[in-house]
């Protein structure tokens, strides 16, 4: 969906636009898949030492 977005701000002539919104998805995608990596550590972590 993101990326139909900004396709569509770069075929209305703002290519910048569209840029900042696939690297703010990409960011945020990013912080997703940190926080879900650090929760399966912590989870792990807590098997361990039962």
């Avoid at 900042?20 to 912590?42: F, H, K, M, P, Q």
């Amino acid at each position: 969906m993101i990326v139909i977005v900004a396709a569509v701000l770069a075929a209305a002539g703002l290519p910048t636009l569209s840029v900042l919104v696939l690297i703010t998805e990409a960011l945020s995608l990013g912080t997703c898949l940190l926080l879900r990596l650090r929760r399966n550590d912590a989870e792990r972590a807590r098997t361990a030492e039962a």
